[in-house]
């Protein structure tokens, strides 16, 4: 996932594309949602909003992809390597477990240091609910899945490596594409998030230097969102 042939700008340049092109296109979605819907009540805004969403990842994926073969590499220099997947999908599994502490410990250290963590993070639940819609199993396990490969393919695929050609050191690069990573749900979710996503995204990055691949933090990422989405249509039978 080095990327020697190219240089540390145009590194830096399609960090910013990839970014611009995520948020322009589910941004410009949502904007038009509001605008052709105007508070229409026959109208579920959250289902043209998951939509959105899906657009989002879709183009975040083809410009991933098409800026990397612009560049001359091949979909390997984005983690999407098969090699060693008898290893790198259990081990998945143990990321995902991992993953869970990690996310407690961070939500724990939210609370430590994020005045009003409590509450905030109390809300989140009834956040996500207010932007989509319920879904039953199997579009739970359909949106997680897409949601996991997308971001994998655009945060630990994408943009870390890019960063450390930018940067010239992979814990720079952690830091920075955590960051970049952890901001965008503020959209949906509660701002005391920032700290826990902050700590997953490291230990996913971590992950795909170790491994090469990013099958380990897909499977993984699958798993951690689809259990806490199943949990919570569990916990709010309220939720339609």
């Known amino acids: 996932m080095l990327l020697g ?16 092109a995520y948020m322009l296109s589910q941004g410009g979605a949502i904007a038009l949602i509001a605008l052709f819907t105007q508070g229409d009540p026959k109208i579920d805004v959250r289902e043209l909003e998951l939509g959105a969403v899906v657009f989002g990842g879709m183009t975040a994926i083809c410009t991933a992809v098409l800026l990397a073969r612009l560049r001359g590499l091949t ?12 290893v790198n999908i259990p081990l998945g599994f143990a990321v995902a477990a991992v993953t869970f ?37 199997g579009g739970l396990a359909g949106l997680t899945a897409f949601v996991g490969l997308w971001e994998e393919i655009t945060f630990r695929g994408f943009i870390l490596p890019r960063l450390r ?30 700290i826990p996503l902050f700590m997953i995204g490291a230990l996913w990055s971590v992950v795909t230097i170790w491994r090469r691949s990013l099958v380990p933090v897909i ?9 806490q989405m199943l949990y919570m249509t569990q916990l709010s039978p309220e939720w339609d």
């Open 165 to 194: 050609r930018a940067t010239g050191t992979w814990t720079l690069a952690v830091l920075l594409s955590s960051i970049i990573f952890a901001a965008p749900h503020l959209a949906m979710q509660s701002a005391a998030l920032l």
């Open 101 to 137: 502490a990690v996310f407690l410990l961070g939500v724990g250290l939210a609370y430590a240091v994020w005045p009003g963590a409590a509450e905030d993070l109390a809300n989140n639940p009834k956040n996500i609910q207010e932007r989509l819609p319920r879904l039953g199993i």
């Open 219 to 227: 499977v993984a990422h699958f798993l951690f969102n689809f259990a």
């Open 5 to 20: 042939s190219v240089s540390p700008g145009t590194c830096v340049l399609d960090v910013f594309l990839i970014v611009a």
């Open 75 to 86: 979909l390997k220099s984005l983690g999407l390597d098969l090699t060693g997947v008898e």
